[in-house]
């Protein structure tokens, strides 16, 4: 046996999640089928850094596991490939120590969410983009962001269906890129972990701040109040992106 | 009655080209079935510049029709982009003199083409590009670029299918873009006419060049010979855009 760790890209558009379920068409499931090929039906177990939600894109997810022969890293890749559908990629390939687990062993993640600006979405980036079509204060953005970074309860920005008791998370850095305005907005947030649409909540309740339907200094009190019906809103899932995974 | 030309975009990959066919998804049949909702059931007929293939993408097509009312043409505008799925968006409304007709009064167009390069298609861009994976010499492309230029018989360069006598076209600009080279190559073809795949099959030929399987003045050869089993490549669809349509 030998353990793999792959960094994988994937378009979410055409996918119920990266989660297997039966009947659905999910990363997981397609990862697992074209292991099971190789491995001539013998079953591979797949494991995330953690689950994308259907139609959730990854730049950088990372997987595990155990496989039933000892290919070379790179064979792995170039196999592997070959039997993916186009929208999903491999892009990096180690062999591990065999107790490596890519989600037990997670440190911190990075997630990106783009935003389209103006009236209308641009009709390539439906699939790719949340879109807001107000105006909006980036200053005021900015400043909700400062509040954001650091170690808070984040029990107003989960999303009915999560399953982790403890609340608390820890965001090391929250940016704005601008590099595309006024066309697109794109956040980052590097942090330690993420609850159930965490990001898309953080997202919709920022734009809220950015285009005064919130004090600027909102998130604060969301942090102390711990109500999810206080972030009422979720940003749509097309413009989250799995940026990047660290481990030890 | 009034005329209407307006300017659309739309991510083809979901439809089968631009010209209305009976039980299948197209462009013209969206907007047309949209101009009957305007008008409660009257049939309005849209003209457009020319066709565009299955998965072929459009950032500057014109279309234009006759329209039972008088709306200005900003309302035009908007109340199609309110009925309109998320990958078609108008850009531009004119109302035109009444003998105005999209087709006959094209002066030139350009249409681009992006090639991904690398091993690997990108898997966010699978829909959006051509995929090719060899070494290329760009000055052999360069060279055969120049050939291109002028007014020369396509015979060689049409698919079949193509209905129309004459096979004389003339490309006043043929350009390749390096903007994001190595990791993608556009090409633009800036003509007075366009033959059916011919893009599509220049496209093809020219990455012949490029990669050695062609000498670099074939394109001189082909224009003579008028035999389109001498190019025998096209180019796949999804790398092929309409950018922009020249009118009088």
């Known amino acids: ?48 850094s953690g689950r994308t939600d259907a139609g959730v894109h990854a730049l950088g997810q990372v997987i595990s596991f155990n496989y039933p022969g000892n290919l070379p890293a790179i064979s792995m890749l170039r196999a592997l490939n070959s039997l993916m559908p186009l929208d999903i990629l491999f892009t990096d390939s180690q062999i591990m120590p065999v107790d490596f687990n890519a989600r037990f062993a997670v440190v911190s993640k990075i997630y990106e969410y783009r935003v389209a600006l103006g009236r209308y979405t641009n009709p390539f980036l439906r699939n790719y983009t949340g879109h807001f079509p107000y105006p ?26 999560g399953v982790i008791k403890n609340k608390v998370r820890t965001i090391y850095q929250a940016e704005l890129v601008t590099e595309n305005y006024p066309q697109e907005l794109r956040f980052t947030f590097h942090g330690n972990g993420f609850l159930y649409n965490m990001v898309r909540i953080l997202v919709a309740t920022l734009l809220e701040i950015g285009s005064d339907r919130r004090p600027v200094h909102d998130l604060q009190r969301l942090f102390e109040v711990e109500d999810r019906q206080q972030a009422r809103v979720t940003a749509p899932a097309s413009g989250l992106f799995l940026q990047k995974v660290f481990y030890e």
Request: no cysteine; proline share 1%.
């Open 1 to 48: 046996m030998t353990v793999y760790k792959l960094t994988v890209q994937y378009d979410g558009t055409r996918y119920h999640g990266f989660q297997k379920q039966p009947h659905l068409l999910t990363i997981q499931g397609v990862i697992e089928q074209a292991l099971a090929k190789m491995t001539k039906g013998q079953a591979v177990e797949v494991i995330g």
């Open 136 to 161: 909006l204060d980036l200053e005021k953005i900015r400043q909700a962001l400062r509040d954001l970074e650091g170690t808070h309860n984040f029990t107003s920005f989960e999303a009915s269906g």
